[in-house]
């Protein structure tokens, strides 16, 4: 059995275009022999890749260089929360609209593209930096110019 026979036999079935992974499960299904799957009944079947972690891509890191700060006291059901100890002066560090990549340089923490990512999506150094940058703005207010005055001083 090979991928095109995997093709036409969902073709037969009304899938006009098959995902990759649903070539590759239909082969797997058609090439173990019959035998083996009556000899084993209960047994498991492997994944044939299996699924990433779904470890925060931080957590490591920070726990390697004794960053991570865990709150105290009971924990909520679920995920714990990542926090590093570098959060709040990196969100202070791109109130001012600095960019996360330049901010990080500034603050020599060195992170790959995957972990920037995954600190870009959490939701503790999120709200760290939204109350910041909340913060830095009404320090800084910005004055806002009406169209008319600006067709004005054009004149």
Do not use: C
């Amino acid at each position: 059995m090979n991928e095109s026979d995997a093709r036409a036999a969902l073709a037969a079935l009304g899938i006009k275009n098959p995902s990759r992974q649903l070539i590759e499960d239909w082969l797997r299904a058609n090439s173990e022999p019959p035998a083996q799957a009556e000899q084993e009944p209960n047994a498991q079947a492997q994944p044939a890749r299996p699924h990433p972690s779904s470890t925060s891509a931080l957590e490591s890191t920070l726990r390697s260089r004794g960053e991570l700060v865990r709150k105290a006291g009971r924990r909520r059901a679920g995920r714990p929360r990542v926090v590093a100890s570098f959060y709040g002066p990196l969100a202070r560090v791109m109130a001012d609209g600095t960019s996360l990549a330049q901010a990080l340089r500034i603050l020599d923490i060195q992170l790959d593209k995957r972990q920037q990512r995954a600190l870009y999506r959490s939701t503790e150094f999120r709200r760290m930096y939204q109350e910041a940058r909340r913060q830095y703005l009404r320090q800084w207010p910005r004055k806002r110019r009406s169209r008319r005055n600006d067709f004005l001083r054009s004149l």
